[in-house]
């Protein structure tokens, strides 16, 4: 499973951002077996729970992401994304993705949301 994390830039604190993963060399139905779920490491920090898709459908956030994060998933595009409204200064880190099939971890490589205030 290969993770591409993108959407990643600079906003203004208020702003609105939509991260998107695709899911490369994953066939589908790996894909749709996975539980797919949104990490972020800032700086000095360590890498923290933003939300998690399951692969059922349920979903689960941090506590920094209620209310104003919404994660979901397009199985027929092999993508989950994350939209976050709201953002604020303290948002800033790199976002991951992470796919989790059959026990084992994948990580993208990250992409970074600058929050400015």
């Known amino acids: 499973v290969q993770l591409q994390a993108s959407g990643g830039g600079l906003v203004q604190a208020g702003g609105s951002l939509r991260l998107s993963c695709l899911a490369s060399r994953s066939i589908l139905s790996t894909f749709r077996a996975s539980d797919m779920a949104w990490y972020r490491q800032a700086p000095g920090k360590e890498r923290e729970l933003v939300a998690i898709n399951s692969r059922n459908g349920n979903t689960r956030y941090g506590d920094a992401a209620k209310g104003r994060f919404t994660i979901s998933r397009d199985n027929s595009k092999k993508t989950v994304y994350l939209q976050m409204n709201s953002l604020k200064p303290e948002d800033t880190a790199v976002y991951y993705c992470?796919?989790?099939?059959?026990?084992?971890?994948?990580w993208g490589k990250g992409t970074l949301v600058t929050v400015s205030s």
């Open positions: 992470n796919a989790r099939f059959s026990g084992e971890d994948y």
